[in-house]
């Protein structure tokens, strides 16, 4: 059987794993931010990692129907950064302490393997080899993840986004959820430190979604989660979808760190923006990472994948600041290191 089959088939088995995060789910929120905040404690202590995230570009040939930035959204106001403008933010970022970026974007066709390869070691180049690069770029081949490794990326971030079959191919477009846990495998296959996510609360994801969302992380192994509230874009077919509370994606965050205690789990922009203190309840809650947003200001309102992101008139370092009292005022601090998952620092 092919590897990502048998992720599939494992994902329906029972299982005793699936049947302590089915008991952890019927927990209430207070017992497991207790049991979250212990575990937590005990593998990164009250350390919160920060990661540069640079947006660079908003052109997208996917048209997942949740996005902001689909492909059938024309009221997008489209950019690209190029080169120079992606290293002047990374140089930038370095200077004021960073010692890992992200570059996200869509999935763009002008945007191939082997460009984004030549970035990437220029990256590493101009930092000294002091930094981790995480790209966050969608799917490719396997071949083009070994190219991307050998430029000299470390970390790859691709959620599956929900971990239920059907409910993954009618929301994006015809891709199968097998196409995505392919390239997870991939990724990892390649030598990247691997980290996947889901959002909670889509329209169809009931209980039982949600406990396969965190089985499958668990199947996985992780090494970095990202996880956050389905937000309902008004340019998009699901605009009139219902918005759930912050308190589901605590739930999840809190069980995915007592069952993957060693994972770097942020704490994401999209629960800040829609609670004022999401991202401090998140961090109660088992996270340990923030990833301030080091994109040019002009172009921040354009990567709107869900209505009310905040911080889009804040220069990122700004930010800086701003979080640093957030994380004190839930008793934590930030350290400015490299922050490689402990998952990933045991397995190799
Ligand atoms: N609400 C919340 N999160 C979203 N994402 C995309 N669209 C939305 C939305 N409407 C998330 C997806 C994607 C990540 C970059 O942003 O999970 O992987
Ligand atoms: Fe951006 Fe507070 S984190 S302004």
């Given at each position: 059987?092919?590897?990502?089959?048998?992720?599939?088939?494992?994902?329906?088995?029972?299982?005793?794993?699936?049947?302590y995060?089915?008991?952890?789910?019927?927990l209430?929120?207070?017992?497991?931010?207790?049991?979250?905040?212990?575990?937590?404690?005990?593998t990164?202590?009250?350390?919160?990692?920060?990661?540069g995230?640079?947006?660079?570009?908003?052109?997208?040939?996917?048209?997942?129907?949740?996005?902001?930035?689909?492909?059938?959204?024309?009221?997008?106001?489209?950019?690209?950064?190029?080169?120079?403008?992606?290293?002047?933010?990374?140089?930038?970022?370095?200077?004021?302490?960073?010692?890992?970026?992200?570059?996200?974007?869509?999935?763009?066709?002008?945007?191939?393997?082997?460009?984004?390869a030549?970035?990437?070691?220029?990256?590493?180049?101009?930092?000294?080899y002091?930094?981790?690069?995480?790209?966050?770029?969608?799917?490719?081949?396997?071949?083009?993840?070994?190219?991307?490794?050998?430029?000299?990326?470390?970390?790859?971030?691709?959620?599956?986004?929900?971990?239920?079959?059907?409910?993954?191919?009618?929301?994006?477009?015809?891709?199968?959820?097998?196409r995505?846990?392919?390239?997870?495998?991939?990724?990892?296959?390649?030598?990247?430190?691997?980290?996947?996510?889901f959002?909670?609360?889509?329209?169809?994801?009931?209980?039982?979604?949600?406990?396969?969302?965190?089985?499958?992380?668990?199947?996985?192994?992780?090494?970095?989660?990202?996880?956050?509230?389905?937000?309902?874009?008004?340019?998009?077919?699901?605009?009139?979808?219902?918005?759930?509370g912050?308190?589901?994606?605590?739930?999840?965050?809190?069980?995915?760190?007592?069952?993957?205690?060693?994972a770097?789990?942020?704490a994401?922009?999209?629960?800040?923006?829609?609670?004022?203190?999401?991202?401090?309840?998140?961090?109660?809650?088992?996270?340990n990472?923030?990833?301030?947003?080091?994109?040019?200001?002009?172009?921040?309102?354009?990567?709107?994948?869900?209505?009310?992101?905040?911080?889009l008139?804040?220069?990122?370092?700004?930010?800086?600041?701003?979080?640093s009292?957030?994380?004190?005022?839930?008793?934590?601090?930030?350290?400015?290191?490299?922050?490689?998952?402990?998952?990933?620092?045991?397995?190799?």
């Amino acid at each position: 059987m092919n590897r990502a089959d048998f992720f599939l088939a494992q994902l329906d088995e029972d299982s005793p794993v699936k049947d302590y995060i089915r008991e952890l789910w019927a927990l209430s929120l207070d017992k497991l931010k207790s049991m979250a905040d212990d575990a937590c404690k005990n593998t990164y202590g009250d350390e919160v990692y920060l990661r540069g995230l640079i947006e660079y570009t908003n052109v997208c040939r996917m048209d997942c129907l949740y996005c902001g930035i689909r492909k059938s959204n024309d009221k997008v106001n489209r950019y690209r950064l190029d080169e120079d403008s992606i290293l002047a933010a990374v140089e930038e970022g370095y200077g004021r302490g960073f010692r890992t970026f992200v570059l996200q974007g869509g999935e763009d066709p002008e945007w191939p393997a082997e460009r984004l390869a030549r970035l990437v070691a220029k990256i590493k180049e101009l930092c000294n080899y002091e930094v981790a690069v995480t790209l966050s770029s969608g799917l490719m081949t396997k071949d083009d993840y070994v190219i991307l490794r050998d430029a000299g990326a470390d970390r790859y971030l691709m959620r599956f986004e929900t971990a239920d079959s059907k409910l993954h191919e009618r929301l994006r477009g015809g891709i199968s959820l097998r196409r995505r846990i392919q390239a997870l495998l991939d990724m990892r296959d390649a030598g990247f430190e691997l980290g996947s996510g889901f959002m909670c609360g889509l329209p169809g994801e009931d209980d039982e979604v949600m406990l396969k969302n965190l089985y499958l992380c668990k199947l996985l192994e992780l090494d970095m989660i990202g996880i956050g509230p389905f937000i309902p874009h008004p340019d998009t077919p699901l605009k009139d979808a219902p918005q759930l509370g912050l308190e589901r994606t605590l739930k999840a965050e809190a069980i995915l760190r007592i069952i993957l205690p060693g994972a770097n789990l942020p704490a994401t922009t999209a629960a800040g923006s829609l609670q004022p203190d999401g991202r401090e309840r998140m961090l109660e809650c088992g996270a340990n990472v923030l990833m301030p947003n080091l994109t040019p200001v002009i172009h921040k309102k354009d990567y709107l994948l869900y209505p009310g992101k905040i911080c889009l008139d804040e220069d990122g370092f700004k930010c800086v600041s701003c979080l640093s009292l957030r994380v004190a005022s839930v008793g934590k601090k930030i350290v400015w290191d490299i922050g490689t998952s402990k998952n990933y620092k045991e397995r190799n």
